[in-house]
């Protein structure tokens, strides 16, 4: 066969593996949730004539082929190989490995974001918290632990810097010394229950309620856990393992969750059939939730503002308050705070990942 034969045999078979390959895509149902990835995927856009001069349903059909593309998580599998094995890329999507812990770079520090967050605490402060006792905490994201000299992360001492001299009446409790990368799970950003004790003495005792928690719990592991980088790079790190502290008060606390207007418990065992199996504790990312302890040893309060980082920590201080108000204003406006929330003598803690205070526009 001659070369220009076989040019012409190519190009057609090529032809018909892309007809073939639109066929099918055309052809197959649309997948609703992809569960590697913890999202929903895009469906057809609506057409309109508005939206089709405005670009936006071009941009959204993109979006739609790319997320209902066949065979799309072998695919996203082939790319990282790639990128490892073929370009020695050090990270996919900026994603990389270090000490066998999968971690996504936070970089850089955006200083108008952490300024727009100081903002936000003190307007909390100035409308509803007057008069009272109110701390903050910071946590580090997985960038904290790592190799300065080899991977990109923000300046997290600047980011400390910037809180301090911008949030205006609360005492700050530095908790980076209190935590390393051991303590957060392999693949996923969060910290693991199990090895927030350092993080509770050092809270509980610049707040003043260390003695009122007993610190006796007994360790259950409840399930094995594969995290939001999971399946980002082609490394098998291992199944994290999930958790929980619990005893007798943790057990038979009332929690309310004001979203579903619903009653549960603290460890919430439904969620071990949800995307994130993280949402076991305290049902997950929700915008107020009361914890109630009826056997506490004094009547005091405390009000948490929040991000996921909480949901496994908060649980910890259930035996020294009678009642704990945890606040997530991602999903809540704080304007709209007293309409749920009476406000009174209780105690505050803003507790926010660096991750959360790096993206503050999703604070409302």
Excluded at 149 to 156: G, I, L, N, R
Excluded at 184 to 201: A, G, P
């Amino acid at each position: 066969m001659s070369d220009n034969n076989k040019n012409i045999v190519v190009t057609i078979a090529f032809a018909l593996l892309l007809v073939l390959f639109f066929l099918i895509n055309l052809l197959k149902p649309d997948t609703d949730i992809s569960l590697t990835e913890r999202r929903k995927l895009a469906k057809f856009p609506d057409i309109t004539i508005k939206k089709v001069f405005d670009a936006s349903f071009s941009k959204n059909f993109e979006k739609y082929t790319t997320d209902q593309v066949i065979k799309r998580d072998e695919f996203r599998s082939l790319k990282s190989k790639l990128e490892f094995d073929l370009f020695r890329k050090m990270d996919n999507n900026g994603i990389y490995m270090y000490n066998n812990s999968f971690i996504k770079i936070e970089y850089p520090l955006n200083e108008m974001s952490i300024l727009n967050a100081t903002k936000k605490i003190n307007e909390i402060q100035s409308n509803y918290l007057s008069d009272m006792k109110c701390y903050y905490s910071i946590i580090p994201d997985k960038n904290y632990f790592t190799d300065k000299d080899q991977y990109v992360s923000m300046d997290y001492g600047r980011l400390q810097n910037i809180m301090n001299e911008n949030i205006e009446n609360a005492e700050y409790i530095n908790i980076f010394d209190c935590l390393e990368l051991s303590d957060y799970y392999i693949t996923d950003i969060h910290w693991k229950q199990e090895n927030l004790q350092k993080v509770v003495d050092k809270i509980s005792e610049a707040m003043g309620f260390s003695d009122r928690l007993t610190m006796s719990y007994e360790k259950k592991e409840i399930t094995e856990f594969d995290g939001i980088y999971a399946n980002e790079l082609p490394f098998d790190a291992g199944q994290d393992k999930i958790s929980i502290l619990t005893n007798d008060i943790i057990q038979n606390a009332n929690v309310y969750n004001y979203e579903n207007e619903k009653e549960t418990r603290i460890y919430d065992m439904e969620k071990l059939n949800s995307f994130d199996k993280y949402d076991i504790y305290l049902s997950g990312s929700t915008p107020l939730i009361t914890i109630t302890n009826s056997n506490a040893k004094v009547d005091k309060e405390l009000i948490v503002f929040r991000d996921s980082f909480g949901s496994s920590l908060i649980p910890l201080f259930t035996e020294a308050y009678s009642k704990i108000i945890l606040v997530d204003i991602r999903y809540m406006r704080s304007k709209d705070l007293e309409k749920y929330i009476e406000f009174k003598d209780q105690d505050v803690l803003f507790l926010y990942s660096t991750l959360v205070l790096n993206s503050s526009s999703v604070l409302k």
